[in-house]
């Protein structure tokens, strides 16, 4: 079982120890929006799974390199979202009931 707190802890360190940005918070958001890019490009160029699963990791790892850039606990706050959006009700794939 993966620990996401830890994932993220360990990106953080990586971070640190490379001497990444680690305040610049835009420029993060940057980079992510570049690697969701970079994953549907593989993907589109059907440059196969492994390239477009090291994207997908790229995406993971910005996002939680965020989280721990913002002091947030994504790991909690996943489990809250996936609760939320599996209360949600839905007819003909439109959201009739929010929680
Ligand atoms: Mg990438």
Same mark, same amino acid.
């Given at each position: 079982?993966?620990?996401?707190?830890?994932?993220?802890?360990?990106?953080?360190?990586?971070?640190?120890?490379?001497?990444?940005?680690?305040?610049?918070?835009?420029?993060?958001?940057?980079?992510?929006?570049?690697?969701?890019?970079?994953?549907?490009? +593989?993907? *589109?160029? %059907? &440059?196969?799974?492994?390239?477009?699963?090291?994207?997908?990791? !790229?995406?993971?790892?910005?996002?939680?390199?965020?989280?721990?850039?913002?002091?947030?606990?994504?790991? +909690?706050? *996943?489990? %809250? &979202?996936?609760?939320?959006?599996?209360?949600?009700?839905?007819? !003909?794939?439109?959201?009739?009931?929010?929680?």
């Amino acid at each position: 079982m993966v620990d996401l707190n830890e994932l993220q802890k360990r990106i953080y360190k990586n971070k640190v120890e490379k001497k990444f940005n680690l305040t610049n918070i835009p420029q993060e958001f940057c980079y992510l929006h570049g690697e969701v890019t970079e994953s549907f490009d +593989a993907w *589109l160029k %059907k &440059k196969g799974t492994e390239a477009v699963s090291l994207e997908l990791a !790229d995406v993971a790892i910005f996002t939680l390199g965020i989280a721990e850039m913002l002091g947030i606990d994504l790991e +909690a706050a *996943l489990l %809250k &979202k996936i609760e939320i959006n599996e209360k949600r009700v839905y007819i !003909d794939g439109k959201k009739v009931e929010n929680i």
